[in-house]
């Protein structure tokens, strides 16, 4: 723990680090998963989850402090690690709680008391959900991390509003079954010079500015086919930055959020497949909610033909209302929102103001405003993690 504590710049509690060698991940009273430090590599056929200890902890911060900035008056805002005081997560609920510590109550680690920011709730606006609503209770214990524990497990106490009682067992958790010690990673300096952040961020363009901001793959995958068979099988030819995008980053998933789809793929599930499919299901929710689906799906004149995914099953696309796909608009039909209207962009430019932060709308959203872009901006290839 020595290599993570110094990482951290934190020690961190005793009775922790006793249950972290002794049983490593672990779910807590069939309901509270200890995370420790710790890596797994990911197999699919397995059911095994990617999982590393550093991402885990700031993509929670990162959460936490936006739910924190979204829901509470700013006096009442925590501030979380790295910030100095800041809450330091160690667990997660069921119900998507976040279990924390907090490292402003003492310079002991052992006498940090725990911290819970409970369970919220989304119902996304959409046509049938007119109304979003979002919940959250951050509760402060005043108990120390064994103390908490053995609080939620005590007959003799009044059951935790929120979790109950649990039973007092711990087990290894379902999706960390071959966890592997967590080492810190070498700190290389930053990624960019000052010189190239403000090509990236500022004043770059086109395809150029976004190979430095998100640096592509060495080999992008594209499938077996070729752009003409793909032409001739789809019934048009499609955009030329389109193609200039994908030979250069081929299909993947942009920020964790949004997937392109293999262009060239053969067989079964290939791009025409995914057009057809989607389509299918816009024409009829179309003949069913005509006000909540106006669009005209390809090969309709000037019908939408869709190429990228988000996580959350938005649909990004062209309108294909020109004899010259160059010309196509860019628009994104919003999966729990209204239809708005094409992009004013083109793909490369939208995607470029998207990783940067500085663009975003129903189906892409925009970064969080405390997001570094530099750090945030991402591409993950085909087949190298599970969004896929």
């Not at 069939?30 to 902890?57: A, K, M, N, T």
């Not at 004043?203 to 068979?229: D, I, M, Q, V, Y």
């Not at 010259?324 to 919003?334: A, F, K, R, S, T």
Request: aromatic letters at 14%; charged letters at 25%; a negative charge.
């Amino acid at each position: 723990m020595d290599g993570v504590e110094e990482w951290l710049g934190l020690r961190l509690p005793t009775d922790y680090k006793r249950l972290a060698s002794a049983h490593g991940p672990v779910l807590f009273g069939e309901y509270i998963w200890i995370h420790v430090p710790c890596f797994q590599d990911g197999d699919i056929e397995r059911g095994q989850q990617d999982f590393d200890y550093g991402s885990w902890l700031h993509d929670t911060h990162r959460w936490a402090r936006i739910m924190a900035r979204d829901e509470l008056p700013e006096s009442d805002r925590p501030v979380f690690h790295p910030t100095v005081g800041g809450l330091l997560a160690w667990g997660f609920g069921r119900h998507s709680d976040i279990l924390f510590w907090d490292t402003s109550a003492s310079s002991d680690p052992d006498e940090w008391p725990v911290v819970v920011c409970h369970g919220w709730e989304v119902i996304h606006k959409s046509p049938s959900h007119p109304e979003a609503e979002r919940h959250t209770e951050w509760r402060e214990y005043g108990l120390g991390f064994t103390e908490y524990l053995k609080y939620l497990t005590d007959d003799e106490q009044t059951p935790d509003p929120f979790f109950g009682r649990l039973p007092p067992t711990i087990s290894r958790t379902r999706f960390l079954v071959s966890p592997r010690p967590w080492e810190p990673p070498e700190d290389t300096g930053p990624r960019l010079t000052d010189a190239e952040r403000r090509v990236a961020l500022e004043t770059g363009s086109g395809l150029k500015a976004l190979r430095l901001l998100c640096p592509p793959p060495r080999a992008p995958h594209l499938g077996g086919s070729s752009w003409e068979e793909l032409f001739t099988e789809l019934g048009t030819r499609l955009p030329a930055e389109y193609m200039e995008l994908m030979e250069t980053y081929g299909s993947g998933c942009w920020t964790r959020w949004l997937r392109f789809h293999t262009p060239l793929r053969t067989g079964e599930n290939g791009f025409t497949d995914h057009v057809r499919e989607i389509n299918d299901g816009y024409r009829y929710l179309r003949d069913e909610f005509p006000e909540g689906f106006p669009l005209p799906v390809w090969p309709e004149p000037g019908g939408f033909l869709p190429f990228a995914t988000s996580l959350d099953e938005d649909e990004v696309g062209w309108l294909a209302n020109s004899t010259n796909p160059d010309e196509w608009p860019l628009i994104v039909h919003p999966r729990h929102d209204d239809q708005g209207p094409p992009l004013e962009r083109g793909l490369i430019a939208t995607l470029l103001e998207w990783q940067r932060g500085k663009f975003g709308t129903e189906g892409l959203p925009r970064f969080d405003e405390d997001d570094d872009p530099v750090e945030f901006a991402e591409f993950h290839p085909w087949g190298q993690d599970s969004y896929w």
